[in-house]
């Protein structure tokens, strides 16, 4: 699997998996493409026909 991280949601790895997911750990939420963590990811996307702004991964604040 390399260095990539994978998105795993109830002991099931989520392979298609795109958007937006919040891991109880930090309470930050990551954003992640077809199940692996897009880490160093910046710019916006949309989600569930939402615009978020994403800096190095993390979502940092809802645009509309």
């Known amino acids: 699997m ?6 795993v949601a109830k002991g099931v790895f989520q392979s298609t998996n795109t958007g937006l ?4 750990k930090n309470g930050k939420i990551y954003y992640i493409k077809k ?3 897009q ?3 910046s710019g916006k996307i949309v989600y569930n026909k939402h ?3 994403i800096v190095n991964d993390v979502m940092t604040k809802k645009v509309k």
């Open 2 to 7: 390399g260095g990539r991280k994978y998105y």
């Open 21 to 24: 997911v919040k891991p109880v």
């Open 35 to 37: 199940g692996v963590l």
């Open 39 to 41: 880490s160093g990811f």
């Open 51 to 53: 615009t978020y702004k």
